[in-house]
């Protein structure tokens, strides 16, 4: 089946550092990867979504310079938080669509990226 | 917009012990409905599916129906197992969209 890797697993870093999380697909192309932030006990966050090629399309409230997104290839896009701060310390998640399936949109995900900012 | 609403957790059950998780959604048009399920450490991974009304979506034991007329699709299990604990998440999507809406998350506790 359609696998995400994603990584680093975790990441510990100091204030103002910049960080960066890879996501590849392994078995399949992906066009479009999702970048999701999700905080203790609550739910997934839609920060943008990376297309290949071109630039990525951020949520309202998402700084685009805080967290940039480059999608060079068809099977790795990369979230880079440059300047983090404590309030960036959360968990990462990336995920692609695999195709349509009865005109569902189904996801497969990377198994997240933990940043602790100190 | 678009919203999907689950029960809060955490929801602690016994083994075999029955589960219903319920999830309601808030939608133009006619979304398809999903649970992911995210393992402790691990990712999301797709659980079940339903694409359009009355469809019934079913995966490990695991069963949801797609009910249009109360907007729901509460997941359930008949006899759940310790390995089952975990966060289910409930969504919906679209066809030709790209978004998925995504509830909150209901963690589950199992107790053998």
Redesign the interface.
Known sequence: GAVVSQHPSWVICKSGTSVKIECRSLDFQATTMFWYRQFPKQSLMLMATSNEGSKATYEQGVEKDKFLINHASLTLSTLTVTSAHPEDSSFYICSARVGDFAGANVLTFGAGSRLTVL | GDSVTQMEGPVTLSEEAFLTINCTYTATGYP?L?W?VQYP??????LL?A?KADDKGSNKGFEATYRKETTSFHLEKGSVQVSDSAVY?CAL???G????I????T?LFVKA
């Open positions: 398809s999903f992911y450490g691990e990712g999301l991974q797709l599916k694409t998440f999507s679209h066809t969209g790209f978004k998925t995504f509830g909150a998350g963690r």
